[in-house]
């Protein structure tokens, strides 16, 4: 169920990147959140976890940027921050909406740190701060729509799971 939800969010995130403007009000980080709301399926296996993270990073390079192994390197870095988060904050909306805000505002601060280090974007701190605000509006949706819809998902499985036992 996780690599199906993980491949998914990954799709949206091309196709809507393909019909909302790419400085508009809503900047689609379906991967990153699907990255958040799937790590409680992983049941405490990191190593699986940040494999995942690693290759959807990748996959996010080859298919949707121009960059190398930059996103691979993010992603892993925010698997490793979302681990550290949930230790902290219990599985329920509120704190996914609080962990999907830190990790979208990490995340751009170091993507946008990455690119300038790497010579790609030139140094404005106004457009840093748009791309934050513009990442946070839909993303915020996504991640408790997509919690729902894992929770929910999940119920079914266990109470399917128990019949059959």
């Not at 709301?37 to 121009?66: E, H, Q």
Request: proline share 2%; glycine share 4%; net charge positive.
């Amino acid at each position: 169920m996780k690599t199906i939800f993980l491949i998914v969010s990954f799709l949206l995130d091309g196709i809507l990147s393909r019909y909302l403007p790419i400085h508009g009000l809503f900047t689609p980080l379906f991967t990153l959140i699907s990255l958040i709301t799937v790590y409680p399926l992983f049941n405490g296996d990191k190593t699986s976890y940040y494999k995942y993270a690693f290759v959807m990073g990748l996959a996010y390079d080859l298919l949707y940027t121009d960059t190398i192994i930059v996103h691979a390197f993010l992603f892993l870095v925010m698997a490793f921050i979302i681990t550290k988060m949930v230790i902290v904050l219990s599985d329920n909306y509120i704190n996914l909406t609080i962990t999907s805000i830190i990790c979208i505002i990490i995340y751009r601060f170091l993507e946008y740190g990455l690119l300038l280090m790497t010579g790609n974007m030139v140094w404005n701190f106004s457009y840093l701060l748009a791309s934050v605000y513009n990442s946070l509006i839909l993303n915020i949706i996504y991640s408790v729509l997509s919690s729902m819809i894992i929770s929910f998902i999940s119920m079914k499985l266990k109470a399917k799971r128990r019949r059959f036992i």
